[in-house]
């Protein structure tokens, strides 16, 4: 039976989506259903001086409506209301008391018997507010901008380094506020038995870490409360904290003694995380030849009055080009809007644009290709850490990306390139993102027909994360794929972590390649027990579970099926589960890395700008699935192309709410704007990292994309345009 890790294997939940089978959030029904509806503030600071909810509660259906005043009790400290991964500060509390923290802030919750009688009722809420003056333009507030302590540590003498370079860049780059605007909506259905205990179908990325901030937000035991997410819509990161409507949810069915469901619309979405707006100053300086002598990155970022949520935008360069002079800083200015929240790539995706966007300017001062500055500033050692990489096959990401672009035939020059009316430009960019992971518990349930079940708390988010597990599990108890089946996404099922920072599928599939180690131990021992067993000698090494078979790896003669093995143990199932155990790599860089070569053309007349054509070439360790890994790096390549051309958050800072919260206004590529996208992986042997090789895939693919674009523009344009989108306004200015 050929392996299935590495091949193109369809996703195992795939019939289920496309027939409808698959249930989210939304979607889960029980008998006496109430149906909510949020209201949300109509200013960005301040408090509610009254609510008035008469007019709300005449309207027939309507059941209740809850306020900071007639909520059900509450935990009082910010301990409570702390998830596994908030950043430090004081968490959001819904629906606590009168403070209004941002603009779309949820301030009461109607309850119906249906959802268009909620909707229509919470039209109905009077509130007056006592006003004060807000602050959410960042620009505004830079001096009031805070140092935080950030990794990594200067080097060397940086500014004095850079003074003295004989060739000197320095430039402001700008990345708006981006919303993750995932096709389902946040959602969560409470159910509530005759015991009073509930289940919680939520929309999260993370159910453990929704039951535990859950329990303790509202003082209930373990046991009292499951959290289900079977199926996730896209999240991107916005799933990784519990959001406000399931705390709301909750809320409400402990208020009415009955199961619920609550979901944003489009707009509430936008009162959610986001991915921060920040301004990365780069300055690099070199030699006459392109090495580089200094390099200094400085960001300030937004976040809330009330948390501080930063992530590294600024180190990266250590890890992709040989510096000895280098200097980082990360300050954030606090705004009246709500938290941010990590969004794919958080951090790399801004501090990385910068960085590339800048090493291409350097290169036009030089008089050097972009990519040839690039490899003769090759890293081969992580600077910051003087540690050697797990592994780094970048310098032939550069060089296949650039055969299969056609790099070499590129003219250096700007607008020397033509399509018939149409300016044709190249770009290119690195792209870097930390091969991270977690520990994680898996369970394997075998029994005697040869079927396994799989079990992890994990999420799959749209990623692949059942079809990974199904492969992994079919390999390693050596059975066909559709033997295997995966349940996840279930507070109940062995433990894991949020799925996020790209750390899932090395994390999950090594829970499961030791569970079914464990598999493989018992069933060795019920196999010798069997009268003159042809594994009598035989050791734990010395095996394997191959066609449904414990077999000799020296002689495939000798074996014993693993239904005979249990028949004559007497056993009708083997359960085993166990964690992760990876072994410490603190002297050594672990990241994933690409090259991204991008063609646009662009209108000269109108500066209508299209991406026509993407080669993304990346080394990120063993690739499990081919065919979802490839998925994975288009659609990262697509946001790109939003990021660089069309993502932008707009605030009137007159009322500090947000202009453009729907799909008409809030533009991200469609069809037309996707052309031809390819996606190379590079073979990357890795050993080191852990026992299968793999890295992460979910960030690495979006990572550089959008400077690669932006890099582009210029070369086609002569036009540099720093922040993004790049839209035709800026071209035309």
């Given at each position: 039976?050929?392996?299935?890790?590495?091949?193109?294997?369809?996703?195992?939940?795939?019939?289920a989506?496309?027939?409808?089978?698959?249930?989210?959030?939304g979607?889960f029904?029980?008998?006496?259903?109430?149906?909510?509806?949020?209201?949300?503030?109509?200013?960005?600071?301040?408090?509610?001086?009254?609510?008035?909810?008469?007019?709300?509660?005449?309207?027939?259906?309507?059941?209740?409506?809850?306020?900071?005043?007639?909520?059900?009790?509450?935990a009082?400290?910010?301990?409570?209301?702390?998830?596994?991964?908030?950043?430090?500060?004081?968490?959001?509390?819904?629906?606590?008391?009168?403070?209004?923290?941002?603009?779309?802030?949820?301030?009461?919750?109607?309850?119906?018997?249906?959802?268009?009688?909620?909707?229509?009722?919470?039209?109905?809420?009077?509130?007056?507010?006592?006003?004060?003056a807000?602050?959410?333009?960042?620009?505004?507030?830079?001096?009031?901008?805070?140092?935080?302590?950030?990794?990594?540590?200067?080097?060397?003498?940086?500014?004095?380094?850079?003074?003295?370079?004989?060739v000197?860049?320095?430039?402001?780059?700008?990345?708006?506020?981006?919303?993750?605007?995932?096709?389902?909506?946040?959602?969560?259905?409470?159910?509530?038995?005759?015991?009073?205990?509930?289940?919680?179908?939520?929309?999260?990325?993370?159910?453990?870490?929704?039951?535990?901030?859950?329990?303790?937000?509202?003082?209930?035991?373990?046991d009292?409360?499951?959290v289900?997410?079977?199926?996730?819509?896209?999240?991107?990161?916005?799933?990784?904290?519990?959001?406000?409507?399931?705390?709301?949810?909750?809320?409400?069915?402990?208020?009415?003694?009955?199961?619920?469901?609550?979901?944003?619309?489009?707009?509430?979405?936008?009162?959610?995380?986001?991915?921060?707006?920040?301004?990365?100053?780069?300055?690099?300086?070199?030699?006459?030849?392109g090495?580089l002598?200094?390099?200094?990155?400085?960001?300030?970022?937004?976040t809330?009055?009330?948390?501080?949520?930063?992530?590294?935008?600024?180190?990266?360069?250590?890890?992709?080009?040989?510096?000895?002079?280098?200097?980082?800083?990360?300050?954030?200015?606090?705004?009246?809007?709500?938290?941010?929240?990590?969004?794919?790539?958080?951090?790399?995706?801004?501090g990385?644009?910068?960085?590339?966007?800048?090493?291409?300017?350097?290169?036009?001062?030089?008089?050097?290709?972009p990519?040839?500055?690039?490899?003769?500033?090759?890293?081969?050692?992580?600077?910051?850490?003087?540690?050697?990489?797990?592994?780094?096959?970048?310098?032939?990401?550069?060089?296949?990306?650039?055969?299969?672009?056609?790099?070499?035939?590129?003219?250096?020059?700007?607008?020397?390139?033509?399509?018939?009316?149409?300016?044709?430009?190249w770009?290119?960019?690195?792209?870097?993102?930390?091969?991270?992971q977690?520990?994680?518990?898996a369970?394997?349930?075998?029994?005697?027909?040869?079927?396994?079940?799989?079990?992890?708390?994990?999420?799959?988010?749209?990623?692949g994360?059942?079809?990974?597990?199904?492969?992994?599990?079919?390999?390693?108890?050596?059975?066909?794929?559709?033997?295997?089946?995966?349940?996840?996404?279930?507070?109940?099922?062995?433990a894991?972590?949020?799925?996020?920072?790209?750390?899932?599928?090395?994390?999950?599939?090594?829970?499961?390649?030791n569970?079914?180690?464990?598999?493989?131990?018992?069933?060795?021992?019920?196999?010798?027990?069997?009268?003159?067993?042809?594994?009598k000698?035989?050791?734990?090494?010395?095996?394997?579970?191959?066609?449904?078979?414990?077999?000799?790896?020296?002689?495939?003669?000798?074996?014993?099926?693993?239904?005979?093995?249990?028949?004559h143990?007497?056993?009708?199932?083997?359960?085993?589960?166990?964690?992760?155990?990876?072994?410490?790599?603190?002297?050594?860089?672990?990241?994933?890395?690409?090259?991204?070569?991008?063609?646009?053309?662009?209108?000269?007349?109108?500066?209508?700008?299209?991406v026509?054509?993407?080669?993304?070439?990346?080394?990120?360790?063993?690739?499990?699935?081919?065919?979802?890994?490839?998925?994975?790096?288009?659609?990262?390549?697509?946001?790109?192309?939003?990021?660089?051309?069309?993502?932008?958050?707009?605030?009137?800072?007159?009322?500090?709410?947000?202009?453009n919260?729907?799909?008409?206004?809030?533009?991200?590529?469609?069809?037309?704007?996707?052309?031809?996208?390819?996606?190379?992986?590079?073979?990357?042997?890795?050993?080191?990292?852990?026992?299968?090789?793999?890295?992460?895939?979910?960030?690495?693919?979006?990572?550089?994309?959008?400077?690669?674009?932006?890099?582009?523009?210029?070369?086609?344009?002569?036009?540099?345009?720093?922040?993004?989108?790049?839209t035709?306004?800026?071209?035309?200015?």
């Amino acid at each position: 039976m050929a392996p299935y890790i590495g091949t193109a294997t369809s996703r195992v939940d795939g019939h289920a989506k496309v027939t409808g089978s698959a249930k989210y959030a939304g979607e889960f029904t029980a008998p006496g259903l109430a149906y909510g509806s949020v209201v949300t503030s109509t200013i960005a600071k301040g408090r509610i001086v009254s609510i008035d909810i008469s007019e709300a509660m005449s309207v027939a259906g309507v059941v209740a409506v809850l306020t900071h005043k007639n909520r059900p009790p509450m935990a009082g400290t910010d301990r409570a209301y702390m998830d596994d991964v908030a950043p430090g500060g004081s968490p959001f509390r819904p629906l606590y008391d009168d403070k209004i923290k941002f603009s779309g802030q949820p301030i009461a919750l109607v309850m119906a018997e249906d959802w268009e009688t909620a909707k229509f009722a919470a039209s109905l809420v009077r509130v007056n507010y006592e006003e004060e003056a807000h602050v959410t333009d960042l620009f505004r507030e830079l001096n009031e901008a805070k140092a935080i302590k950030t990794p990594p540590k200067p080097r060397g003498k940086a500014d004095k380094a850079l003074a003295a370079a004989a060739v000197r860049h320095e430039g402001e780059y700008f990345i708006p506020v981006e919303h993750h605007n995932p096709m389902e909506l946040f959602a969560s259905t409470v159910i509530q038995d005759a015991d009073g205990k509930l289940t919680i179908y939520d929309k999260t990325q993370g159910v453990q870490n929704v039951q535990r901030y859950l329990c303790s937000v509202f003082r209930m035991k373990a046991d009292e409360l499951r959290v289900i997410s079977p199926y996730v819509g896209g999240a991107f990161g916005s799933g990784l904290r519990p959001q406000y409507q399931v705390a709301l949810a909750v809320l409400a069915a402990r208020a009415l003694q009955r199961s619920v469901r609550l979901v944003l619309t489009r707009q509430q979405m936008y009162t959610l995380g986001y991915r921060p707006g920040s301004i990365e100053r780069v300055a690099l300086g070199a030699k006459a030849d392109g090495s580089l002598d200094a390099i200094t990155h400085d960001a300030i970022a937004m976040t809330s009055q009330y948390e501080d949520f930063a992530r590294n935008d600024t180190g990266w360069s250590g890890a992709l080009y040989k510096c000895v002079n280098t200097r980082y800083s990360h300050k954030l200015t606090k705004l009246d809007v709500a938290t941010p929240s990590d969004m794919r790539a958080p951090g790399a995706a801004t501090g990385v644009y910068a960085l590339e966007c800048a090493m291409d300017e350097l290169a036009v001062a030089l008089k050097i290709d972009p990519l040839e500055l690039r490899l003769r500033n090759y890293s081969d050692r992580q600077q910051d850490e003087d540690a050697p990489y797990t592994s780094k096959e970048l310098r032939e990401c550069y060089r296949q990306g650039a055969e299969a672009f056609g790099w070499a035939e590129r003219n250096p020059e700007p607008r020397s390139m033509r399509d018939g009316s149409e300016l044709v430009g190249w770009g290119m960019a690195s792209g870097i993102w930390e091969a991270l992971q977690m520990k994680t518990s898996a369970r394997i349930v075998l029994t005697a027909n040869g079927h396994a079940e799989v079990a992890c708390a994990t999420s799959d988010i749209g990623t692949g994360t059942y079809t990974i597990m199904a492969q992994v599990a079919a390999d390693m108890l050596g059975l066909p794929i559709d033997n295997v089946s995966i349940k996840l996404g279930d507070s109940t099922l062995p433990a894991s972590p949020v799925e996020g920072g790209s750390w899932m599928a090395a994390s999950v599939s090594h829970a499961i390649k030791n569970a079914a180690d464990a598999v493989r131990k018992e069933l060795l021992g019920l196999a010798k027990r069997i009268p003159d067993s042809p594994l009598k000698v035989m050791r734990l090494d010395d095996v394997t579970l191959a066609g449904g078979k414990i077999v000799s790896k020296q002689d495939a003669s000798r074996a014993v099926s693993i239904a005979d093995a249990m028949r004559h143990g007497g056993v009708e199932r083997i359960e085993q589960e166990k964690s992760t155990s990876f072994k410490t790599l603190a002297s050594y860089a672990c990241n994933a890395h690409s090259a991204i070569f991008a063609e646009v053309k662009v209108d000269e007349q109108l500066g209508v700008i299209r991406v026509t054509r993407v080669v993304s070439a990346v080394a990120a360790g063993r690739i499990l699935n081919t065919k979802t890994a490839h998925n994975q790096i288009m659609g990262s390549v697509v946001w790109g192309i939003g990021m660089a051309l069309h993502e932008e958050t707009l605030l009137d800072h007159h009322f500090g709410r947000i202009m453009n919260a729907n799909f008409g206004e809030y533009h991200v590529p469609v069809n037309a704007d996707v052309h031809d996208i390819e996606v190379i992986f590079v073979e990357e042997p890795d050993d080191i990292i852990n026992p299968l090789g793999i890295k992460g895939l979910g960030e690495i693919g979006l990572v550089g994309v959008a400077a690669a674009i932006a890099n582009a523009v210029y070369h086609a344009t002569g036009k540099r345009v720093r922040d993004l989108p790049i839209t035709l306004d800026k071209l035309r200015r």
